[in-house]
C-alpha cells in the first residue's frame, strides 16, 4: 500500500474546511491561548508596579535563598515566572490538537461519514497523517502567534523596570519552535487514539485532556520550589514526549484499522 | 474478470457467524438484488465486497481485484452508498464532492463536469454552493449518490438508494441505476422495497447469515408451484372442495380467480379435475406468479426452520 501525500492533503484540507466553520470548536480554541498570554503579562505587571514591596523579596528568597542583597526581588521573579509560565504555556499546544483531533476522528463515527470515507481508497496511514496535519498546523500556529503575542506583551509592560526586552529569549525560542510542536504531537496522539477507542467526540476530548493533569502538575512543582525549571529541564521534558510520539504514531496507524473501525463503528 | 465472482465466503466475529458459505456471481451490467431481513449479514456481504472487511473463509473477486488484498485497487473501482448518507454537514455539497474527488485522486476539471451532471440529474443543480446541513433528507441522499458516482465506479453498492425519497426523486434514481447497468457497470441493490427490487433486479439472492436463495426474480416467484384458475361464476364456492385435497392446502378466491397453493406441480391436472368433478366451468389453468414479497417471506420462514 503505497503512501500517497495527496490523499493525505486532501483529508487534511477537508478537516481543516471542516474546522474554520466550526464556530463553536474556533470559540473553545480561542480561549486557552488568550489565558495563556494575558496571565503572566498580568504577573509581570504586578511586579513592575511594586517592585520595591517588600513581600517580593520574601518571596523570591523562597525559591533562591542566595539571592544578593543588592538583586531586585520583582526582577529574579519576572525571570523565574517567565521561566515556570514556559511549562503552563505546553498546555497549549497538548490541549488544542486535542480539541480538533477529537472533533475529526470520533465526529466521524458520530456523523456516520466514516463509512463512505473507507470505503475510499484512503489508506490508515494516509487518514492518520490528514486528521494529524489537520490538528497540529492550527496548534501550533496558535501557540506561535500566542507567542507573539506574549512575547510583545511581557516587553511592553516590563520596560519600564527592565528598560531592555525580556523576550524572547533562548528558552523560550527553543522551547516554542522546538519542544512545543512535540507537545502538539503527543496531544494529537493521545487524542487520535483514545478517538479510535470511543463514540462521541466530547467523550474523546475529557478523556484526552486528562493529559494535561501531569504537565499542570510539574508546574505546580516549579511553582512550590519541588522542581527547578530551564532549558535542561524543559529539553528533557522534550526528549521523553519524542519517544511517546514515536509510541503513538505507531499505535495509532495500527489502531486505525479499517476493519476494527468498521465493524465496531461503522 | 469483470463482475463479481464469489465463493464461499464467510465472516466471523469472534464467535458469532455473520456469514457462511456465500456464493454467487454478478455480471457487468447486471442489477443483483441482495435482500434479507435485519442482520441477515447484507450489510457484512458488501462491506467484504468493498475492501472494508476482511472475509474469515472462501474467496472473491470485485472487477478483477481480490478482496482480501491490500484493498486499495478494489476501492477505487467500486461505489459504495451506505444507508446513511454520512455527509460533512458544514461543508458545501460541491465540497463534500471535492473531497472524495481528491481521496480518488481524479483531475477535478473533468471530474466535476460528471458530478454536475448527475446534480443536476437529481434535482441538485444550483445547490452546490449551499452547505449540506440545510438539505433535506432526500437532497442528502441524492447527493449521497452523486458522491458514490463521482469517481465513475466499475461496480456500485447502493444500500437502500431510494430511502427518504418522494416518489418522483425515487423513480429519477431507478431510472439512473437502470442507465448505469446499461453502460456495462455492475450493480448490487441491497433494499428491503421488495417492489423496487422486482422492477430493477434481473437476479435476486436471499441471504439470511446464507444463502437461501437465488436467481432470476421471474423463476423465484414462479417456484413454489400455485396455480391461477379461471372459472365461471363465483371461485368462493369452490375453494372448500379445493382445500380437502391433501396436495392443495393453501387455496385464495377473488371473483372468478382461484389461486391454489399447489405442493408439486404433477397435481396441476388433479386440481382441475376436482373443480370439473365439482361442477365447475374451466376457462384456463395457469402456473402463476406469486409476489415476490410472498417468495421472500416463505424463504425467510424455511430458513428459520
Redesign the interface.
Known sequence: ?AF?P??A???F??DF??LR??VGLLVSMAVLPTVMVLVPIGVVWSYVRTPNHADLRSVALFYDPSLPLGASAARFLIDKTLTDWFGMFLVMPVFVPILIASQSVAGEKE?????????????AAELVTGKSLAALVPAVAITWVAFVFFCVGVDVVAWPLVKMPLMPDALWTFGVFVIAPLFAFFGNGVAVLISARVSEARMAQQLSALVVLPIVGMVGGQVAGFLKAGLGYYALQGAVVLVLDAILLWASIRLLD??RL??RW? | MSGIHVEGLGKRFGERTAVEGLSFHVRPGEVFGLLGPNGAGKTTTVRMLTGLLRPSEGEATVWGHPVDGDGEPLRKVVGLLTEQPGLYDRLTARENLRFFMKLHELDEARAWPRALHYLERFGLGGREEEPVGGFSKGMRQKLAIVRTLVHDPKVIFLDEPTSGLDPESARTVRDAVAELASEGRTIVLCSHNLAEVERLCERVAVVKRRLLAIGPVKELRRAGHALDVRVDGEAERYRNVLTSLPFAPNVLAEGARLRVMLADEAHAPDVVACLVGAGARVHSAVPAQRPLEEVYLELLREGRG
Open positions: 500500500m500517497r495527496r490523499r492533503l486532501a483529508v484540507w477537508k474546511l471542516d466553520k466550526n456523523r456516520r461519514t466514516l463509512e463512505p470515507l473507507l470505503a475510499s481508497p484512503v489508506t479499517r476493519e468498521v465493524s461503522g
